[in-house]
């Protein structure tokens, strides 16, 4: 069994604990107000909701392999896929130039730059989801790790103190940059967003993980395999730098300071977690805190100064799993869909999601203007 599954008894039981912590620290303070760390039911469900749905992603990722476009019946739906692709780029680009050549003067015109644009918004959203449904498929199959250590045993780091350190110090690092990725590309934004999307922060938080995490294209785990570490110590690695994220997921721990320095802590996770401007995509370490200070991406957290306010820039304001999982995906195609040339639908998907933000308010404005 998993490891970071088999620990769900311990999850529950200081997610107990926690509660009534909290529940003292509020009748302590005569307050009947329920502070951001407090537990609510609907978010708590929501949360405990999206973590059965994450433990999905294994089987979606074994399924993924026959979106791969390889020879043979097995690569069959892969090539669909491509051709799907390739034929929608196409028509979306043929679109683009009519509807920017259609004369809007006569009805004719218009009625053929609508049609033409109505190519295109389905052209273009069809190209990129086929597109990027290939490129996350290949990827997973070309980079596992038993593929790597096909080549990566020749270099066997062992089980000894050398390979477990790789393995731990090397997950530690490739999933830094993969989580500023995730926060840097909105496409895996897409994916990692649920875990953000709460208003509160407590231990429950730390089990809303996203279901869609086989359909991304990340720095590869499976090269720590290429370089000897076995595959074995590369899943206990994972499982454990899992765990320990689970319990920095709380406001009932305000500082170690011992730890401080050179560890992830709640205090420095709680910044992660913040969606006042100076907290946006900081702290992205898992267990270690260093990758941030190394990478010039750390913040500390000024609760004085800058109390942490939790959830996203612009909150969903709901707690339905589905909502949760795919509303950054379904804003991310509209606006994809709504673009007149490849340069924003691939700014949509590929750039920052703040630039996304920022370009369909753009987009917004002139449409304002021409109405």
Do not use: C
């Amino acid at each position: 069994m998993d490891l970071s599954v088999a620990v769900t008894p311990l999850y529950f039981g200081s997610m107990a604990w926690e509660h009534r912590t909290l529940q003292r620290r509020v009748l302590d303070a005569e307050s009947q107000e329920s502070p951001a760390a407090n537990y609510t039911k609907p978010d708590t469900m929501a949360s405990l909701g999206m973590g059965v749905l994450s433990l999905t992603t294994p089987l979606t990722m074994s399924l993924a392999r026959y979106a791969v476009p390889r020879h043979g019946a097995k690569g069959r739906i892969g090539r669909t896929l491509l051709a799907v692709a390739v034929v929608s780029a196409g028509a979306a680009t043929i679109a683009d130039a009519v509807a920017a050549r259609a004369d809007v003067a006569s009805a004719a015109g218009r009625r053929v730059r609508a049609r033409a644009r109505k190519v295109a918004e389905v052209g273009g959203v069809a190209a990129i989801a086929s597109a990027g449904l290939v490129a996350s498929a290949t990827a997973t199959f070309l980079t596992g790790a038993k593929r790597q250590w096909v080549k990566g045993q020749k270099r066997d780091l062992g089980n000894g103190v050398v390979g477990w350190t790789a393995a731990m110090v090397g997950w530690d690092l490739i999933y830094y940059w993969n989580h500023r990725l995730m926060h840097e590309v909105r496409a895996l934004w897409a994916i990692h967003v649920p875990h953000h999307s709460s208003e509160h922060y407590n231990l429950s938080t730390a089990l809303r993980q996203p279901a869609a995490g086989a359909v991304g294209v990340f720095v590869p785990y499976g090269a720590l395999a290429r370089v000897g570490v076995r595959p074995s110590l590369i899943e206990t690695s994972r499982a454990l730098n899992l765990i320990y994220q689970y319990w920095i997921h709380t406001d009932t721990v305000r500082s170690i300071r011992p730890m401080e320095p050179a560890l992830n802590t709640p205090s420095h996770h709680r910044v992660h977690h913040g969606s006042n401007k100076r907290y946006l995509d900081r702290n992205h370490g898992g267990i270690l805190i260093i990758w941030d200070k190394l990478f010039g991406t750390f913040q500390r957290e000024l609760p004085k100064e800058d109390p942490v306010v939790y959830g996203l820039t612009e909150n969903i304001n709901s707690y339905n799993l589905a909502t949760v999982t795919v509303h950054e995906f379904r804003d991310m195609f509209r606006d994809v869909a709504r673009s007149t040339n490849w340069r924003d639908r691939l700014g949509f998907v590929l750039r920052g999601p703040m630039w996304g933000y920022a370009r369909r308010d753009e987009l917004d404005a002139a449409d304002a203007l021409s109405a």
